[in-house]
């Protein structure tokens, strides 16, 4: 799956899952979960800045289970918010694995490129 098509796809995965009562198209790993409560975020804010969101990098395949990627969003209060997020094509949902609010010590001034 090209980058464009895993964009595509995340983006469509949290739309979806906003209007379902399941919440069967995102999947959050325990990590993922504490990452939001430690950086004041809620899963509904999180989900819902996935719907803009931009990959700033692709991960390779190989030794994982499932494709997966970084990305960079915005929750509604613009802060900057990345995730790594893997992708499940077969069974249609996405997988957080971890989400954390990016430091300025580490990232560029557009949030985008490691230091």
């Not at 995102?26 to 800045?49: F, Q």
């Not at 613009?78 to 094509?89: Q, S, T």
Request: aromatic share 10%.
């Amino acid at each position: 799956m090209r980058v464009d098509e895993k964009q595509r796809f995340i983006r469509q995965k949290a739309i979806e899952n906003e209007s379902d009562p399941s919440g069967s198209k995102v999947y959050w790993s325990r990590h993922a979960i504490g990452e939001t409560v430690n950086d004041d975020l809620t899963r509904v804010e999180v989900e819902r800045a996935f719907q803009d969101c931009e990959i700033i990098e692709d991960y390779p395949v190989a030794h994982r289970p499932l494709p997966d990627c970084l990305l960079l969003a915005w929750v509604a209060d613009e802060r900057p918010l990345h995730a790594v997020v893997a992708i499940d094509e077969q069974n249609e949902r996405i997988f957080v694995v971890t989400v954390y609010v990016p430091s300025k010590e580490r990232w560029s001034y557009d949030w985008r490129i490691r230091k």
